[in-house]
């Protein structure tokens, strides 16, 4: 049994023994390499290609043998497959430690379960699922292996140091007590509907297997023509801007009010189509007080709707992507990478806040990904982006799209994953898959 094996396996166990990588081995000793497999090599897959070479990739999967070329000139030695699931069932023979999955949205809860199930360590690109009970079953699954795998969601934003500064500030009461926070992103890419069939999909794509467990729609080449902004508004391929920036910026909400999944959820936004998701929503929640807050109220707003600006001279339209919180001594306005406070008020002297010292500030995260390969080798390492953390995020963002189809503001219960005061809102909460495919395989 290979070491990593061994260490795995006593992880498993629970024997909660671990020998620090890098005391035995060296941290890059061939047998402290992960075998890591890439399944969706093209596109955002390559961005992962420097953090993953320096480990061992064992398999490669893609849909398009022409991408797939592309994974194999990098990493020759690695096994290739078309289909997943047949890599999945590989594990064993391959000797697989970990996957990084980097395909289209509507595949993501599948391979994550598939991952988790067969005690894989899995990064998975964002959105971690594109409805609520995808959301809810991977989580499940994720909290009987949490502290044994490692997991991580691609938010790698998360690692940007205004992420600790934006928390901090919260925390420390820059804007007093928090009483709101409303994100927004506003990219708009309108479609009508599913593209009409437009030839045969080329001898080198198997658009079957990209449909995976979607329904069947007629092939068009614009589908896979240009990566993820071509098909995730679809409702059978994504989930719009909520799964694509919406999973970014919300981070950075997130990442700064310690939120669990809300009580309630009401949007409203463009006329519902039943092919594509709504450019143009805004969606509300409540969430319950912690142990550092009172109760908060989050709001989403994408495609034009936008948070009124706490002042006339603050244009928020100017900032693409960003987070507006609202305190009881004054606001904070937040960007990816930057920030300013505006406390109310005449005096607006701030002498409630007391700003902590150097010593003090959160620590860097660092890589994002070599954040996850780290904990993949000792799983007792925490991830910023789990599929907890992740997982109740995102679960919180695709309930909004639920409150939009329902048209009414919906009761919550996160505990069971119902709509308690519109029993027919939770039609929405899943979708259909084709056979063949199971979601918790
Ligand atoms: N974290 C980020 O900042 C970031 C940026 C861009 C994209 N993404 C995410 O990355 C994912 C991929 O986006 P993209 O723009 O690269 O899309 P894409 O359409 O280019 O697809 C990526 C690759 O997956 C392959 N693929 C498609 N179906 C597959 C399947 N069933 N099995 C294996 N391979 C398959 C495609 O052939 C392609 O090579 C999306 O989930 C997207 O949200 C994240």
């Given at each position: 049994m290979q070491r990593r094996e061994f260490m795995r396996n006593a992880a498993l166990a629970g024997a909660g023994l671990l020998i620090a990588p890098s005391g035995l081995f060296g941290a890059n000793a061939p047998s402290n390499k992960l075998n890591i497999a890439l399944i969706g090599v093209g596109g955002r897959g390559r961005a992962h290609y420097d953090s993953i070479?320096?480990?061992?990739?064992a398999a490669l999967c893609d849909v398009n043998e022409e991408r797939l070329a592309i994974g194999v000139k990098r990493f020759p030695q690695a096994k290739t497959y078309s289909d997943w699931r047949k890599l999945l069932d590989d594990h064993k023979t391959l000797g697989l430690d970990a996957v990084v999955c980097c395909t289209p949205d509507h595949h993501h809860a599948f391979i994550a379960n598939w991952c988790l199930n067969r005690n894989l360590h899995c990064y998975m690109?964002?959105?971690?699922?594109?409805s609520v009970a995808e959301a809810r079953t991977v989580r499940a699954n994720w909290l009987t292996k949490k502290g044994k795998l490692a997991t991580q969601v691609?938010?790698?934003?998360?690692?940007?140091?205004n992420f600790n500064r934006v928390r901090e500030l919260i925390l420390d009461g820059a804007i007093g007590e928090l009483k709101s926070a409303s994100a927004w992103g506003n990219r708009q890419i309108r479609r009508d509907g599913y593209l009409p069939a437009q030839g045969e999909?080329?001898?080198?794509?198997n658009f079957d297997l990209w449909l995976g467990p979607s329904p069947v729609h007629a092939f068009n080449p614009e589908y896979v023509a240009g990566g993820c902004l071509k098909w995730n508004m679809f409702w059978d391929f994504g989930a719009g801007q909520i799964g694509d920036m919406g999973s970014h910026t919300m981070d950075l909400l997130w990442n700064a009010v310690d939120a669990t999944l809300p009580t309630s959820a009401e949007a409203k936004g463009d006329k519902f189509n039943p092919d594509v998701t709504p450019v143009e929503c805004e969606s509300h929640f409540e969430h319950p007080a912690n142990s550092w807050r009172g109760p908060l109220k989050t709001s989403w707003y994408q495609g034009g709707a936008m948070p009124k600006s706490p002042k006339e001279f603050i244009d928020l339209n100017k900032i693409d992507h960003g987070v507006l919180f609202k305190g009881s001594q004054g606001f904070l306005v937040a960007s990816f990478d930057t920030h300013v406070v505006l406390p109310y008020g005449k005096e607006a002297d701030m002498s409630y806040y007391k700003p902590r010292t150097k010593d003090k500030l959160l620590p860097p995260l660092g890589h994002f990904q070599q954040q996850w390969i780290d904990a993949c080798k000792n799983p007792s390492l925490k991830t910023a982006c789990d599929f907890e953390y992740s997982g109740n995020m995102i679960e919180q963002l695709l309930l909004g799209l639920v409150a939009y189809r329902a048209g009414k503001k919906l009761a919550y219960d996160g505990a069971t994953g119902?709509?308690?005061?519109?029993?027919?809102?939770?039609?929405?909460l899943g979708r259909k898959y084709r056979d063949g495919w199971a979601l918790n395989g």
């Open positions: 070479a320096t480990e061992n990739v690109e964002k959105p971690l699922a594109i691609g938010m790698q934003r998360h690692a940007l140091s999909p080329p001898k080198t794509l119902q709509v308690t005061n519109c029993p027919e809102a939770n039609a929405f």
